[in-house]
Each structure stands twice: as structure tokens, then as C-alpha cells.
């Protein structure tokens, strides 16, 4: 008599995730954890200014505005719109200084080459470590002696000495990575330097272009030290003083706080967003060698 034979099946053996798979969901949770952590101020900024000033003070505070009001939204309506004019006066204008000044100081660099080149180029990097308190400071003194105190043209000038060393910086990478021979060709056919970059240098640099005038916008938009030092008493104050407005020796409008820096960092995003893909590509120009 013969034993049965043992029935195949083909289930497998059930087998935990590769060392690989398991570290990737350990590296997403993490990766999720901290964006939640560093999104938490943003998410309390919209909750303390849709809470009425009444429960301000309330303990615990509540995770979500179970009675949410907008009267901060409509007190920055009604006091804010001048400070956000400019605001963005100063932040235009101090992207139209940047771009004038940094363009051909980065094609002089790249292109033409001149003596003391990377002598210049290790000013433009120090320049960049100098604190904004120190520079305000200065300012001050300068200003005060030229009567640019407390006027928005002030501000563009203090602004675009920060912008200006990075802006050279990035046109310099980038404008570095555009091939000798367009220049060649373009001299070939009669351009001289200027006509050169500003016909076939500038339209390819987009993505420096996109990149410089962002940061030097978000500069200028979110500059608290100079605005405080050089512009506290001027009627064309920035957003990031007229939010003062709001505060007293004895009372907080933390509502319309909150509701401001709302308001103030709209634009802000909007503009990461729509350049993201640009500011990548501006950002990593240099990095990689052919």
C-alpha cells in the first residue's frame, strides 16, 4: 500500500518587506512628522486669527475655532491696504534694482572675464555674512546725512544690498553653464557685448531671472530690521510694521495679529508656487559639470 502524495499547492510563504521598503516607510513617516511640525505655526497662525478676542485666553486653547469670526480679516481690510501697497512698491522696486545691477555683473564674470574677477567674487560671498543689524546701522548714519530717512526709496536701496551679492552669485553659475559658441555666433553676426547679453544671453537666462527677482521680492516683502531702523516714522510704512497697528501697552489684537501675517504671506506663497519648477532650476545652475 502506497502512501497518498503530498498535494502542491502554490501559496508562498508569507515573507516580511525587504530592508529597502521598510526603511522607505520609516523615512516617510519621518518626512511627514517633521512637515507637520514645521506647518504647525501656520495652521495656529489660521486658528488664533479666526478665534474671537474674547476666548483668547482661554485654557486649554482650542484646536480648531469652534466659533469663528472674521472681524480680524475685516480690520486688516480697513487698516492694512496702505502698509501692503508698500510693500509691494518696495518689493517691485527692489526687484528692478537687483535685476539691473546683478544681470551684467553676473555676464561680466562669466563671460568676459575681467582681472580680479574672483576677488570680486569672494566680496559678493562675504557680503552675503555681514548681519542686517550691522548693515542698518550704517544705513542709518548714511540715510540720515542724505535724507532718506523714513521714505520707501530708502528701503528699495537697503534691500537691494542684500538681494544684489546673490543675484550676482546665481546669474554668475548660470550664465557660466550657457555655451561660448551663442555668444560667438552672435558677434559673428555683428552684435557687440551689449546686444550679445541682452539678445541671447538674458532670454535664455529665465530660470536665474525667475530665481533672483523671487528672493529679492521675498527679501524685501519679509525685511523687518530695516523697515524698523530706516522707516519707523514714515507715512509709507511696510506691512511688517503696520502690523504694530494692532499693538498697545495694554491691549493685543491677536485676531487681527494673525489675520495680518494671513494676508502678508498670501503672496508670498503664491509666488513659490508658481515659480517652484524656475527657482529649482535657477537655484542648481553650476552644480553639475558636463
Known amino acids: 500500500m502506497t502512501s497518498p502524495r503530498p498535494i502542491a499547492t502554490s501559496a508562498r510563504p508569507i515573507t516580511s518587506p ?3 521598503v521598510r526603511r522607505s516607510r520609516r523615512n516617510t513617516v519621518i518626512g511627514v512628522v517633521l512637515t507637520a511640525l514645521m506647518l504647525f505655526p501656520v495652521y495656529w497662525m489660521l486658528n488664533v486669527s479666526l478665534t474671537p478676542q474674547q476666548d483668547m485666553r482661554k485654557t486649554p486653547p482650542d484646536l480648531l475655532p469652534l466659533h469663528p469670526t472674521f472681524e480680524g480679516y475685516r480690520a486688516v481690510l480697513n487698516d492694512q491696504m496702505p502698509y501692503l501697497g508698500t510693500s509691494l512698491l518696495i518689493g517691485l522696486g527692489t526687484v528692478a534694482v537687483t535685476l539691473v545691477l546683478a544681470a551684467p555683473a553676473g555676464f561680466s564674470l562669466a563671460k568676459l572675464r575681467p582681472r580680479g574677477g574672483g576677488v570680486l567674487s569672494l566680496g559678493l560671498l562675504i557680503a552675503q555674512m555681514v548681519p542686517g543689524i550691522v548693515m542698518a546701522m550704517g544705513f542709518y548714519g548714511i540715510f540720515l546725512n542724505l535724507g532718506l530717512l523714513n521714505s520707501w526709496w530708502g528701503l528699495i536701496i537697503a534691500d537691494s544690498t542684500i538681494a544684489v ?10 550664465m557660466a553653464g550657457i555655451p561660448d559658441e551663442l555668444t560667438d555666433a552672435a558677434r559673428i553676426d555683428g552684435a557687440n557685448t551689449w546686444r550679445a547679453f541682452w539678445s541671447v544671453v538674458l532670454p535664455v ?14 527679501w524685501a516683502w519679509s525685511d523687518f530690521v530695516f523697515a524698523n531702523t530706516l522707516d519707523g516714522g514714515g507715512e509709507l510704512r511696510p506691512i511688517t510694521l503696520g502690523i504694530y497697528h494692532y499693538i498697545g501697552n495694554n491691549n493685543q489684537e491677536w485676531n487681527a495679529i494673525m489675520a495680518t501675517a494671513v494676508v502678508a504671506s498670501v503672496p508670498a506663497a503664491a509666488l513659490l508656487v508658481l515659480a517652484q519648477r524656475y527657482v529649482a532650476a535657477g537655484v542648481t545652475a553650476g552644480a553639475v559639470k558636463d
Open 18 to 20: 525587504r530592508p529597502g
Open 165 to 174: 551679492p546673490f543675484g550676482v552669485m546665481i546669474f554668475t553659475a548660470f
Open 205 to 218: 537666462s529665465r530660470n536665474a531671472l525667475v530665481t533672483v527677482s523671487l528672493f529679492s521680492f521675498l
